[in-house]
């Protein structure tokens, strides 16, 4: 590890479990106070009593980041509540995959609603505190990571609307990279491939059993493979900014 994060303050999105949970923790590992957002209190209550356990410093704040008030007022309760925002991993999003042709469209309505709008949202409602934090942080950086996929650089039949919310994140990204960079505000994707997660259990039935089967017989990634990666763009020194990480589990083709 390059550097550590003691004295700056982290906030997670989609922390109930699985990615997020994890990056939390490793963010926290690496010396962050760690704000964790979701819908889930429970889970983020216990979240939070593991993070304090083992010596770190995290606050638990319910929101739903599709909802932009909610958004905006998590990103101000974990300044309010730690003092200062340096990092942000904008991690909440759902895949919701099956042919477009007779499609649920309250499903697209959902995708949109989180992995775009809500994305958006956190981001906006960050940026000042962000480039705040690069001014006068004890690292004099600050990082916005956002989660995007495979599925943000490769159309496939039946992803059409999951392709469409992860290629636009991956364009929102590259633009506001270009704006930021004289901030000294670092801006980062991250592409995770398949990764052993409860994502998939939010498929309708008959889709989750086509994704399994596409898989099946790969070792997949685990969550803490991407908060190791998240880590690792948050502790490279101020004058290298890691742009994009792209991570398939060694067997998957595409």
Request: proline share 3%.
């Amino acid at each position: 590890m390059a550097d550590r994060l003691d004295g700056t303050v982290a906030l997670v999105t989609g922390a109930s479990s699985g990615i997020g949970e994890a990056a939390a923790k490793s963010l926290a590992e690496a010396g962050a106070a760690v704000a964790v957002v979701a819908r889930r209190k429970d889970r983020l209550d216990s979240l939070v009593s593991e993070i304090e356990g083992a010596g770190g410093r995290a606050l638990a704040i319910e929101a739903d980041v599709a909802d932009q008030q909610q958004a905006i007022d998590a990103v101000e309760k974990a300044v309010a509540g730690l003092g200062r925002l340096d990092t942000v991993f904008n991690n909440a999003g759902v895949m919701l995959l099956g042919p477009v042709e007779g499609a649920p469209t309250e499903e697209w309505d959902r995708m949109v609603d989180i992995n775009i709008k809500g994305l958006l949202y956190v981001a906006h409602a960050a940026l000042p505190h962000l480039i705040k934090a690069a001014g006068d942080g004890p690292r004099h950086v600050a990082d916005l990571i956002n989660t995007s996929s495979v599925a943000g650089r490769r159309a496939r039949v039946g992803s059409g609307v999951y392709n469409m919310t992860k290629f636009g994140v991956g364009a929102f990204s590259e633009s506001l990279r270009q704006e930021m960079s004289s901030k000294h505000v670092r801006i980062s994707l991250v592409e995770p491939g398949a990764v052993d997660t409860e994502l998939q259990s939010h498929l309708r039935e008959e889709i989750r059993e086509a994704a399994m089967q596409r898989f099946a017989g790969i070792d997949m990634l685990q969550a803490e493979d991407i908060a190791d990666a998240v880590t690792y763009i948050t502790t490279r020194p101020r004058h290298v900014a890691v742009n994009e990480i792209l991570i398939r589990p060694t067997q998957q083709e595409g």
